[in-house]
């Protein structure tokens, strides 16, 4: 399935392949005070036996939170679980919703610490783009992603991984990210249920003639949203130096014992673990508690990273263009090279470490950033 889009390199569009999980994605915040509670859930999550091809699990810790994205099933497990000890806890959990209609998130609405469990009531689905796709040293891939998304004002959540990165847009906006990616790629959809393919498809449609709509009545063109953002932020340069590592399965019982012990017992600034699929798994660490993990389980990948996080959120759910405003001035001065994380509150871009200094250089014309 093809349709051509916007300018590539040398005029000609790039084409990309993008899976569309089957996942029904929740995205979800733990406070950290009340991280005993959900002790026994996080477990289960971690130690599940029966670990299939479509599991999407991302579990982040940050100074504020316990961050979770996760398939619409889990949560309901996870919340079940959860509840046989913690009795009260669906009466406690706070939906924040995602709706034109319904009341947003505000943008810097800061967290009731009286909540236990925050949920982001809308579904999210997450579109894959594998590792190789395009020339990514001269445009980079978060920037390559995010810059058409964000000229269309399609919020998103942006998640790397060791092999592939995730692109994640409310599922009512599906058809909305097609179309406005369709404009820069030729994009091929690569998806095992054919209806669900035919679904956004059709999704895309209706944004096309929507666009053309507005065009033909003397509207602007949607490309213009990005130039509304005008607020200048604040970011924050982390002392965590930071390693991307995949976990080789084999070694899984182990592994899991340490991974509780990173979560349960260490009071962490940054620090992820995900599982992409029955195969993948992997971890983001900090320097010192990389050494709790033997050399013969893990695999690191790449450079050491220095993390730099929006640190003036939350951010609001509808809200476009974050990514682009990060990745935009770092891929501009040639560092095309990022590891990205949303969670349910802020989001992180981590750069090569001995690329800090550059990237604090150019990101300052941009943002207030503390070191």
Known sequence: METSGGD????????????????????VSI???????????????????????????????????????????????????????????????REESTGENDRERDYGEKKNESDPISICSGIWKAMQVPEGILDFQQQGMVHSFST??????????????????????????????????RKKFRVQLDSEDSQVEHQIE???????????????????????????????????????????????????????????????????????????????AGIVVDADHLSLFPDDMIDVIGDCWSPICVDDGPLGFVEYGIVHSISAPLANNAITTQIYFSTYYTDYTMVREQEIDTAISCLKNSFDIAT
Do not use: W
């Open 31 to 93: 406070a950290k005070s009340r991280l005993p509670h959900f002790a026994f859930g996080l477990l289960k999550l971690i130690f599940q036996e029966q670990k299939s091809e479509s599991r999407f699990l991302y579990i982040t810790e940050t100074e504020a939170e316990i961050s979770l994205i996760l398939d619409q099933q889990l949560l309901c497990k996870f919340i079940e679980e959860v509840s046989a000890f913690y009795p009260s806890l669906p009466q406690m959990v």
């Open 202 to 280: 059709e999704m895309y449609q209706r944004k096309r003639e929507e666009e053309e709509k507005a065009l033909r009545g003397g509207d602007h063109a949607e490309g213009e949203k990005i130039t509304k953002e005008k607020r200048r932020r604040k970011l924050r340069v982390l002392k965590e130096k930071l390693y991307l590592c995949k976990l080789k399965k084999e070694f899984s019982s182990i592994l899991s014992g340490l991974l509780v012990k990173m979560i349960f017992f260490n009071h962490l600034n940054f620090f992820s673990y995900f599982e992409t699929g029955e195969d993948e």
């Open 8 to 27: 590539g390199v040398n005029g000609e569009k790039a084409e990309v392949f993008l899976s569309i999980l089957p996942n029904a994605l929740r995205i």
């Open 148 to 181: 058409p998304l964000a000229e269309g004002g399609v919020s998103i959540y942006y998640l790397s991984s060791c092999d592939s990165d995730f692109i994640l847009v409310a599922e009512k906006e599906l058809g909305s990210a097609l179309y406005h990616l």
